[in-house]
């Protein structure tokens, strides 16, 4: 631990601490914006770089993860408030000993998904080595940092535990989700071992990456609104949770001193943003189904909350976007306190890298306003 402690002081001074500062409540002068998915197929320069590499090799190559997480950084100079690392939510399965592959233009794909109980047995690892199977994550979390310059705080991340489960079981995206919810009503205790197994290696992933220089996390539990209420109270929310509750106790003794504040986005998991705001993270991400004022009621000041334009909106007119910007950063209190501007979810291989300006400087003047 000493020499990490070390390692992290030697890394380039921050120039730009706002998401750091309004992520852990404080007053600002305008609301830090970032966009998930910032990085990836609707830019350009991604392509060229991908070069038509696999997805997998890209996250596994620094020297690549970091140009690629720099690049929506650089483009959107002055814009953007925070970088997130390159990567995908899907390498915790592949650390668990899933092969997991990434179909061009399809997304991915589990060959032999989890199916029985002795799938589980057989192909899961339970006593994962998080430094050594994810050595090449936190190598390129360290070489960002460094290219990174202080420019802006690095994000580290991981996806929820019920949406990786889900990847496993279903073997890919799913619109219906039967192997899962097959597996949670029929096998509930086996699916609750996994889950809790998964929230152990999430775990153990953030706090290193921390420790490899990242400067504050989020977990994605995209899947998170595809259970009820009472299924999110039982598959989901007691292992978000965990992770908020273990992670800082992993990173005192890792000798990490500072507050590192954590993130959680739970795509659809509207009835739950009360409990989620008392669920031990900073700040819940929200997604465009929610009314920005009545999330702010609902949520009373207790932490910060992110989002959640509909991403649709960037294929509209520069004025709609605009408008909508405005709305938003108003319905959020005008966005000087517990407010980060985000989209709803991530951007589409669709998008015009023009139109995600204007919606990135939209947001600044209404926000310094
Ligand atoms: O800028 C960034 O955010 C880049 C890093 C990043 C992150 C945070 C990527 C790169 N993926 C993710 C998270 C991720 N991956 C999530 C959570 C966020 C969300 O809900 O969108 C999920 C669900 C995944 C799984 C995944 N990986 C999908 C979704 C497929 C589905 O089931 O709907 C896809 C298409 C990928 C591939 C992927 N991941 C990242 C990129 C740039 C790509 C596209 C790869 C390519 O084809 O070039």
Same mark, same amino acid.
């Given at each position: 631990t000493t020499t990490t402690q070390v390692s992290r002081k030697s890394f380039p001074a921050l120039k730009n601490d706002l998401i750091l500062r309004c992520a852990k409540g404080e007053k600002v002068e305008r609301p830090p914006c970032w966009i998930m998915r910032q990085a990836g197929r609707y830019l350009p320069e991604y392509h060229e770089v991908k070069d038509g590499r696999d997805f997998f090799e890209c996250c596994r190559n620094p020297e690549i993860a970091s140009e690629l997480t720099i690049q929506p950084i650089r483009r959107y100079k002055n814009l953007i408030d925070a970088a997130i690392i390159f990567s995908d939510i899907l390498v915790i399965p592949q650390a668990m000993g899933m092969e997991v592959v990434m179909l061009e233009g399809k997304g991915p794909h589990f060959p032999n998904p989890l199916r029985t109980e002795e799938?589980?047995?057989?192909? /899961?690892? !339970? =006593?994962?080595?998080?430094?050594?199977? @994810?050595?090449?994550? &936190?190598?390129? #979390? *360290?070489? *960002?940092? !460094?290219? @990174?310059? +202080?420019?802006?705080? /690095?994000?580290? &991340?991981?996806?929820?535990? !019920? *949406? @990786? /489960? *889900? !990847?496993? #079981?279903?073997?890919? +995206?799913? =619109?219906? &989700?039967? &192997?899962? =919810?097959?597996?949670?009503?029929?096998?509930?205790? /086996?699916?609750?071992?996994i889950l809790d197994k998964i929230s152990d290696v999430a775990i153990e992933f953030l706090s290193q990456q921390v420790v490899a220089g990242a400067q504050i996390l989020q977990v994605f539990e995209s899947w998170g609104g595809e259970l009820g209420s009472s299924d999110f109270d039982e598959f989901s929310l007691p292992y978000l949770k965990k992770i908020a509750t273990k992670v800082p106790i992993r990173l005192q003794e890792l000798g990490i001193k500072e507050k590192i504040p954590m993130i959680v986005f739970s795509k659809g998991s509207w009835y739950a943003l009360d409990k989620l705001c008392n669920s031990g993270y900073d700040c819940v991400s929200l997604d465009w189904l929610w009314d920005p004022k009545e999330a702010v009621k609902i949520n009373n000041g207790r932490i910060t909350l992110q989002g959640n334009l509909d991403p649709g909106v960037i294929y509209g007119t520069d004025e709609i976007i605009k408008s909508k910007v405005a709305k938003m950063i108003s319905g959020f209190g005008g966005g000087k306190q517990h407010y980060i501007v985000n989209l709803g979810h991530g951007t589409h291989p669709f998008m015009d890298t023009e139109k995600i300006r204007v919606f990135l400087e939209e947001c600044h003047k209404i926000g310094s306003q």
């Open positions: 799938d589980a047995i057989e192909i /899961l690892n !339970y =006593k994962v080595d998080v430094l050594q199977s @994810l050595d090449w994550a &936190f190598k390129a #979390i *360290t070489m *960002t940092r !460094y290219r @990174l310059d +202080g420019e802006v705080p /690095l994000f580290g &991340f991981c996806g929820g535990p !019920y *949406t @990786l /489960l *889900t !990847y496993m #079981i279903e073997g890919g +995206g799913s =619109k219906i &989700f039967r &192997f899962v =919810k097959e597996w949670i009503n029929s096998k509930p205790e /086996l699916s609750h071992r």
